[in-house]
């Protein structure tokens, strides 16, 4: 077998030969072709076995690969040879040791086959449309990282219900819309926590921009976040949730929230521009199942709270002051 190895790695070292012939004389020498070379190899050699590289582990039995194998050699042996010998051969290594010792030699009939005829496939399936096919699968979901991902952190959720809270309906979470009010502090905290409990619908409101102070205390921001005037703090958030994990549906949305007690510009298209922010925030809170009040000051925090109740929404004020739900 050793000779056999070596026979083999010379032919394959220029040539990719899964199917081959193998001549074993009685010195003990071994001699490997391709089976391109058939006619030379059958005239120069006395015993000849045809081989193939198998596939199969089992002990008396050869891998799929022969059926193909034998209806190539009855279409062209069969006038010559009524039976051959196969060589299923086998190379493994098994802890670091080499080993082709449980190859099999088996000795096949050739079946009788004319030159017009072919054979019956075997292997096949009916595809949806009752014909026969090949079947196909769809390994998409085990090599996109993002569907990878997207299914680690859906077992890591059953584990946490599991151990945690066995209630709770995963589903549900998944399909609640949160609306964030407020990007800073709290709201990168927040929006991070409900991420990592499930939640895949997450708006980020907010006027101001990422500062150089901000991204020591903000968690979702970085130092790029700040140069040249600074991003946006919720499309900022809304990035760096997404780069974090893809599967979520994160929004950023730049937003000034009216305040009582702040008088409105008489400059030209001020109050028109108040209405519209009024409009924005009503059928931002519409859209969304859980509101998330996390700005500075009680005057921020007044209308919002105000839109929610009218709408019956689940809302949360949250601040260095206060937490209510």
């Known amino acids: 077998m050793g000779r056999l190895q070596e026979s083999w790695d010379d032919l394959c070292t220029n040539n990719d030969q899964s199917f081959f012939l193998v001549s074993c004389e009685g010195d003990g020498s071994v001699d490997v072709a391709p089976l391109r070379d058939w006619e030379t190899f059958m005239k120069n050699h006395s015993q000849v ?4 590289s198998d596939p199969c582990t089992l002990e008396a039995n050869p891998g799929w690969p022969l059926r193909n194998y034998l209806v190539l050699l009855a279409h062209i042996w069969k006038e010559k040879f009524d039976a051959v010998d196969i060589l299923c051969y086998r190379d493994r290594t098994f802890q670091g040791v080499r080993s082709s010792s449980h190859s099999i030699v088996i000795k096949v009939k050739l079946p009788s086959l004319t030159a017009e005829e072919t054979p019956k496939c075997v292997g096949w399936e009916k595809n949806k449309r009752q014909k026969m096919g090949p079947r196909m699968v769809d390994l998409s979901s085990s090599m996109d990282p993002s569907r990878i991902a997207e299914s680690a952190v859906d077992l890591n ?12 309906d995963l589903d549900l979470v998944a399909g609640t819309k949160c ?4 990007s800073g502090t709290l709201g990168c905290n927040v929006a991070r ?7 895949r619908t997450i708006t980020l ?11 020591v205390r903000q968690s979702l921001f970085v130092f790029n976040d700040c140069v040249n005037g600074g991003k946006p703090k919720g499309d900022a958030a809304a990035e760096a949730l997404r780069r974090i994990f893809p599967g979520i549906n994160a929004t950023g949305i730049g937003l000034s929230i009216p305040m009582p007690g702040h008088s409105v510009s008489s400059a030209e298209g001020e109050l028109e521009r108040v209405k519209e922010s009024v409009k924005k925030l009503e059928e931002l809170i519409e859209t969304h199942d859980a509101i998330f009040l996390l700005m500075d000051t009680r005057e921020s925090r007044w209308l919002p709270t105000v839109i929610a109740a009218a709408k019956r929404k689940v809302k949360c004020s949250t601040s260095g002051e206060c937490m209510c739900v």
Request: one cysteine or more; proline letters at 5%; a positive charge.
């Open 49 to 52: 076995l045809v081989a193939f």
């Open 157 to 168: 959720l059953k584990l946490m219900r599991w151990r945690i809270i066995p209630g709770i």
């Open 179 to 182: 609306l964030l009010l407020g």
């Open 193 to 199: 926590c409900l991420m990592g409990w499930g939640v």
């Open 205 to 215: 409101v907010d006027n101001s921009r990422v500062s150089y102070s901000n991204p």
